[in-house]
């Protein structure tokens, strides 16, 4: 199996460990590739629409976004972890999903998306790590991935690991190894009924606009060279 594993912040905190626990869980025998955030993609959206008019190659971010997304459609299972931050996802992490806004089902979905394995790890002071799953769900959900799964914890006693008492630290590894077992074990995750449901609005929404144009735009030439639409 080859894993994914994109972290949102640089820092080797709480967020860092909890990756490590799971990955450690499923080193043995599986290629894993890891992306950290800002270093590997350092750049904001700027908003040129570029990728939407022409291609995510004229990205003018492609020399780093392009490796990530290559990345993610030749895994199996993706891995997304980040800390809380005001209620959400890092901005970091942020900017990379902006990145991939072109492969929505709303433009250019790519079908090898719809079957990915992904997981969320999040953690937060308290209980509110429920804001950056929501963040990277959207987008996963919008790429077309169903098989989504999120571990989220909140660490009550501090922000350092180490520092938590010992039946908390337990409580968080328990989680992570609990979950890392269901990977073990290859399977094919299938397109469930909300991806399938964003995809059947979608293409009539590309079918019925691809009619009215005189030059195909670039998002409907994509669903047309795939047999999704027709003429």
């Avoid at 994914?4 to 080193?27: H, N, P, Q």
């Avoid at 950056?132 to 922000?159: F, H, M, N």
């Amino acid at each position: 199996m080859r894993i994914l594993a994109i972290t949102g912040t640089e820092v080797k905190g709480c967020t860092y460990r909890m990756k490590e626990i799971f990955l450690d869980s499923l080193r043995e025998g599986n290629e894993i590739v890891e992306y950290v955030l800002p270093r590997d993609c350092p750049k904001f959206c700027s908003g040129c629409k570029v990728c939407f008019l022409k291609s995510e190659h004229s990205c003018p971010h492609a020399e780093f976004v392009m490796p990530i997304w290559e990345g993610m459609l030749s895994a199996d299972l993706l891995v997304f972890a980040s800390p809380t931050y005001a209620l959400r996802t890092t901005g970091q992490m942020k900017a990379l999903l902006d990145h991939l806004c072109s492969h929505w089902m709303a433009h250019r979905p790519d079908e090898r998306m719809f079957h990915k394995k992904a997981v969320i790890l999040t953690n937060a002071i308290g209980p509110l790590y429920r804001g950056p799953q929501r963040d990277i769900a959207t987008s996963l959900l919008w790429l077309g991935v169903t098989d989504i799964k999120r571990v989220g914890t909140g660490l009550y006693e501090g922000v350092i690991l180490d520092e938590l008492s010992e039946k908390r630290r337990a409580v968080i590894t328990g989680k992570l190894k609990k979950l890392a077992r269901r990977y073990k074990r290859p399977y094919t995750a299938r397109k469930g009924l909300k991806v399938r449901a964003i995809f059947a609005f979608t293409r009539k929404l590309h079918q019925d606009m691809a009619r009215k144009e005189k030059v195909l735009s670039a998002d409907n030439q994509h669903w047309l060279d795939r047999g999704w639409i027709k003429l």
